[in-house]
């Protein structure tokens, strides 16, 4: 009971500090101490009670209840416009004539080399003669895949990597499937997420499989100054990284070590 009351004043202190705030922003101001899903309940028992809530630009926005909408909509137009900027800055990237859906999928690549790992496959659902099949069969479009698959010569052990670089966490059904295809093509599961919740993780470790969690949301370059500085003070967790982040080789050094 004390914890409960805990998370929901946790929550009402930080709208308030904030203002207003959209769901996903809360979780994520919260995280390192409340996971996701159980700020998502309690967003629930708060609404009409100590929140007001609406649904505007696409999100589902918080406030003081004792605060009329009027008096917080241009925070939320500064944040939205923020996210918005966000959601259409490129992801992709190209180098050397190779592509990455990601720009992080490119630096988790050069990470793992620093650290030690042989990359011997990208964006594959095919190693060692094997073909992932998911278990509803193939469906139009290209099937799932791993991002890497690297080499331990140390250990003559074979990694799947998976890169998760977003604001929530891994979906059920892509950890299901990410954890599936690594057993069918008979590797082990590297999970390298921002953020994950801590039963995810447990299935990972539970199999043999390791995980490195990097908190930050990570931006292509070059990205706006004048976004980033707002973003940056807002509180939420962006960087833009123009080479390999140190703390990643150690992560993936400290990992390799584990498996």
Same mark, same amino acid.
């Given at each position: 009971?004390?914890?409960?009351?805990?998370?929901?004043?946790?929550?009402?202190?930080?709208?308030?500090?904030?203002?207003?705030?959209?769901?996903?922003?809360?979780?994520?101001?919260?995280?390192?101490?409340?996971?996701?899903?159980?700020?998502?309940?309690?967003?629930?028992?708060?609404?009409?009670?100590?929140?007001?809530?609406?649904?505007?630009?696409?999100?589902?926005?918080?406030?003081?209840?004792?605060?009329?909408?009027?008096?917080?909509?241009?925070?939320?137009?500064?944040?939205?416009?923020?996210?918005?900027?966000?959601?259409?800055?490129?992801?992709?990237?190209?180098?050397?004539?190779?592509?990455?859906? #990601?720009?992080?999928?490119? !630096? %988790? +690549? &050069?990470? $793992?080399?620093? @650290?030690? *790992?042989?990359? =011997?496959?990208?964006?594959?659902?095919?190693?060692?003669?094997?073909?992932?099949?998911?278990?509803?069969?193939?469906?139009?479009?290209?099937?799932?895949?791993?991002?890497?698959?690297?080499?331990?010569?140390?250990?003559?052990?074979?990694?799947?990597?998976?890169?998760?670089?977003?604001?929530?966490?891994?979906?059920?059904?892509?950890?299901?499937?990410?954890?599936?295809?690594?057993?069918?093509?008979?590797?082990?599961?590297?999970?390298?997420?921002?953020?994950?919740?801590?039963?995810?993780?447990?299935?990972?470790?539970?199999?043999?499989?390791?995980?490195?969690?990097?908190?930050?949301?990570?931006?292509?370059?070059?990205?706006?100054? #004048?976004?980033?500085?707002? !973003? %940056? +003070? &807002?509180? $939420?967790?962006? @960087?833009? *990284?123009?080479? =390999?982040?140190?703390?990643?080789?150690?992560?993936?050094?400290?990992?390799?070590?584990?498996?």
């Amino acid at each position: 009971m004390f914890l409960s009351s805990r998370i929901e004043a946790d929550i009402v202190e930080t709208v308030k500090e904030k203002k207003v705030v959209y769901q996903r922003e809360l979780q994520v101001y919260l995280e390192d101490k409340y996971s996701h899903w159980d700020v998502y309940n309690k967003l629930k028992n708060l609404e009409g009670v100590s929140l007001r809530s609406r649904s505007y630009r696409g999100r589902k926005w918080y406030w003081p209840a004792e605060v009329v909408w009027s008096e917080v909509r241009e925070t939320a137009d500064m944040v939205a416009g923020l996210m918005e900027v966000c959601a259409r800055h490129p992801r992709k990237y190209e180098y050397l004539g190779i592509l990455y859906l #990601d720009y992080m999928e490119f !630096l %988790v +690549e &050069r990470a $793992l080399k620093q @650290a030690g *790992y042989v990359v =011997v496959a990208k964006d594959t659902y095919y190693f060692n003669g094997v073909i992932y099949v998911p278990p509803t069969g193939r469906g139009p479009g290209r099937p799932p895949d791993l991002d890497f698959i690297a080499n331990i010569p140390e250990k003559r052990l074979f990694i799947g990597v998976q890169v998760k670089n977003q604001l929530r966490y891994p979906r059920p059904e892509d950890l299901d499937m990410f954890l599936d295809m690594c057993q069918s093509l008979r590797v082990k599961p590297l999970l390298v997420a921002r953020m994950a919740h801590e039963m995810q993780l447990k299935r990972i470790r539970d199999i043999g499989g390791g995980f490195v969690i990097f908190k930050r949301w990570i931006l292509k370059p070059p990205f706006p100054r #004048d976004v980033f500085q707002k !973003l %940056v +003070e &807002r509180g $939420l967790p962006v @960087a833009v *990284y123009t080479r =390999v982040p140190g703390f990643l080789v150690n992560r993936l050094l400290e990992v390799k070590r584990l498996f």
